[in-house]
């Protein structure tokens, strides 16, 4: 199994950024799949969670700016991050629940992580 996260980079206030997440060795379609955050002197913290069962979940700070969704049939999944702050700052992990139906978001679930990409918002 491999998560491979992708398009992270230095952007201004305000602008935008598309992460990727690649995901071989499992079958995307069935799983539990999220974006954590871990910013400079933060801990780590859940930013979007789409379920197997369809649904999406997001934290209280990207609400209404961060759209999670998932292309099954390419096996990736993807963060759209709009209207970005400084506080959005961290390295971004996508992580992977592999217990088979389950719609669990928690970080204990994720099981199975990538190593990151880095988002800096900065002017």
């Known amino acids: 199994l491999q998560l491979v996260e992708s398009g992270g980079g230095l952007v201004q206030p305000g602008g935008s950024l598309r992460l990727s997440c690649a995901v071989s060795?499992?079958?995307?379609?069935?799983?539990?799949i999220g974006w954590f955050r871990q910013g400079p002197g933060k801990e780590r913290e859940g930013v979007a969670c789409s379920t197997s069962g369809g649904d999406t979940v997001y934290v209280d700070s990207v609400k209404g700016r961060f759209t999670i969704s998932r292309d099954n049939a390419k096996n990736t999944v993807y963060l759209q991050m709009n209207s970005l702050k400084p506080d959005d700052t961290a390295v971004y992990y996508c992580?992977?629940?592999?217990?088979?139906?389950?719609?669990?978001?928690?970080?204990?679930?994720?099981?199975?992580w990538g190593k990151g990409t880095l988002v800096t918002v900065s002017s």
């Open positions: 992580a992977l629940n592999p217990k088979l139906y389950s719609d669990d978001c928690s970080s204990d679930d994720m099981i199975h």
């Open positions: 060795g499992f079958t995307l379609h069935y799983y539990t």
